[in-house]
């Protein structure tokens, strides 16, 4: 159980696309979800919080209009990368929880994004 | 301070021995606490979660909790290759809203 499934697993694209990544919890109602990104050799760094219906808590540093993000429903998230540049290359990552942070994170495959 | 911090390593140990992984943390109001694996290249997994004082003992993992030292910890025993990996602690931080803090992580090489 507590499967979470994120879309796609590899992206490479030109620098000024837009890319959108997936996040789907398969067999639980995700009350929130979470979006990470990753850089080489480093620990993880929260991005957004979502709870399904209300808009996105977004942590300090992180622009809110670069990457969007979307929970309309407690089993789908989607992060929108808009105008992705070279630096917006990393591992992105979602997670799922059934009841906020006090709960395990279930965590996606992650999605390498590699901007040219 | 860090809000969350463990020991970089790498830790080595050989097969077969106990593994002691250590995670320290600022928030006295912390409530919750997991520790996670994460394999190179891959994304974390769930290992065990913890919410009293105490040990919690799952299989070969027993996480021990200390609220008064704000001090979680992971051992592992028996020892796997299969276990070499980087672990990391996370812990809910309730400020003006709840969410998680993971550690650096701890690099753990397990040597056959």
């Known amino acids: 159980g507590a499967v979470v499934s994120q879309h796609p697993s590899w992206v490479i694209c030109k620098s000024g696309t837009s890319v959108k990544i997936e996040c789907r919890s398969l067999?639980?109602?995700?009350?929130?979800m979470f979006w990470y990104r990753q850089f080489p050799k480093q620990s993880l760094m929260l991005m957004a919080t979502s709870n399904e219906g209300s808009k996105a808590t977004y942590e300090q540093g992180v622009e809110k209009d670069k990457f969007l993000i979307n929970h309309a429903s407690l089993t789908l998230s989607t992060l929108t990368v808009t105008s992705a540049h070279p630096e917006d290359s990393s591992f992105y990552i979602c997670?799922?929880?059934?009841?906020?942070?006090?709960?395990?994170?279930?965590f996606g495959d992650g999605t390498r994004l590699s901007i040219l | 301070q860090k809000e969350v911090e463990q020991n970089s390593g790498p830790l080595s140990v050989p097969e077969g021995a106990i593994a002691s992984l250590n995670c320290t943390y600022s928030d006295r109001g912390s409530q919750s606490f997991f520790w996670y694996r994460q394999y190179s290249g891959k994304s974390p997994e769930l290992i065990m979660f913890i919410y009293s004082n105490g040990d919690k003992e799952d299989g070969r993992f027993t996480a021990q909790l200390n609220k008064a030292s704000q001090y979680v910890s992971l051992l592992i025993r028996d020892s796997q290759p299969s276990d070499s990996a980087t672990y990391l602690c996370a812990v809910n931080i309730v400020l003006t809203y709840d969410k998680v803090i993971f550690g650096p992580g701890t690099s753990l090489s397990v040597i056959p």
């Open positions: 067999d639980f109602q995700a009350t929130t």
């Open positions: 997670s799922a929880s059934i009841g906020g942070s006090n709960q395990p994170q279930h």
